[in-house]
């Protein structure tokens, strides 16, 4: 045996193939999911498979939802004239953590990236314009993340937002709370210098 | 939403407890499995049930296989006079990537640990024993790691495996080779120092 049996590689291989996954910690886990009860085992298998076909997109925010409209889009206590847009859903969860923002979300399922040829039909955004159809959105917070390419999404998504008339606007940029100035990087800063605001 | 949804959550918790994930490696390889083609996950969720059902221990050297007798163990070509005896499946790999070792193994399934219950019942000491009995064994090359657990597991072995007059070694301790002096520690530098070998 100069390699590994072939259901552990079989295993390894489908492992490996998730986002920071390793080959040394592809094994690991590979082997110690060989050791885990038999039961547990059908039930790691059996939740991969809900987590497909279970879960879809919601009508309203493209939000990952078991339901047709998802629990924040259904929710009538949630001002629905405020839209954050974000690139993910697991932004959504950061967002939702806060426990500050009231308004609901919409998730573009990523970023434009002309490099990797994701145009704006690769994502969300019609679904984002039907959704200023009937004047319920007044403002849209455009919290894509302060990548070039979520930068760039931030432009495009102004520009094409202008002729319905919503207020649009972006995050705020600066030093993060509890940040040393000293390990922030310069375009931070000057991001920070910029945005600075009268205090007392 | 303030939690994730049903079946992201479960997807989530089974990675968790896979060793050495945590919350956010979780989230982040539940969010990947969720995005897969249906196909790949799929042939996931059969890639895990498979290394359950198919992989079994070897009868002779209790290495994983998926053969009654493990390719190694089933090889005439090897040198079935010596024995080296590891810890898991893992350190066998961990060998047969020097090429070098053309001798045959013996996985204990773990290292004794009594503050943890593992006692020499729990690991295949009885089956090491048991392949004592024709005299085809010449030489035991313990192997397990030089940790606490390792060690005295190297100890036991060595005090049962006495009444069988086979030759019992242990792995060589020292500097690992492309290692600083500067940053070996100090009961490595004593091994060393106690393994020292003449030159030239």
Redesign the interface.
């Known amino acids: 045996?100069?390699e590994?049996?072939?259901?552990?590689q079989?295993?390894m291989d489908?492992f490996r193939?998730?986002?920071?996954?390793g080959g040394k910690?592809a094994?690991?886990?590979?082997?110690?999911?060989?050791e885990?009860p038999?039961q547990?085992?059908?039930?790691?298998?059996?939740?991969?498979?809900?987590?497909?076909r279970?879960?879809h997109l919601c009508r309203e925010c493209c939000?990952?939802?078991?339901e047709d409209v998802?629990?924040?889009c259904a929710d009538e206590g949630r001002d629905h004239s405020t839209v954050c847009v974000v690139e993910?859903?697991?932004a959504?969860?950061s967002f939702?953590?806060v426990?500050d923002y009231r308004g609901v979300y919409h998730v573009l399922g990523g970023t434009l990236s002309p490099m990797n040829g994701i145009g704006p039909d690769h994502l969300h955004i019609r679904e984002l314009l039907h959704r200023l159809g009937d004047d319920t959105v007044k403002e849209i917070i455009v919290a894509t993340n302060p990548t070039v390419e979520g930068e760039a999404t931030a432009m495009y998504l102004a520009r094409i937002l202008r002729p319905f008339g919503v207020t649009v606007s972006r995050l705020a940029y600066g030093i993060p709370v509890g940040g040393d100035l000293e390990y922030a990087d310069e375009i931070t800063l000057h991001r920070a210098l910029e945005g600075r605001r009268p205090i007392g």
Chains 1, 2 share one sequence.
Do not use: Q, W
Request: proline share 5%; with cysteine; charged share 20%.
């Open positions: 045996m100069t590994f049996i072939a259901p552990l079989n295993l489908h193939r998730l986002p920071g996954i910690t094994i690991r886990l590979a082997f110690s999911v060989m885990l038999e547990e085992a059908e039930d790691f298998a059996a939740a991969i498979l809900a987590a497909k279970e879960i939000n990952v939802s078991t998802c629990p924040i993910d859903a697991k959504v969860l939702e953590r426990h």
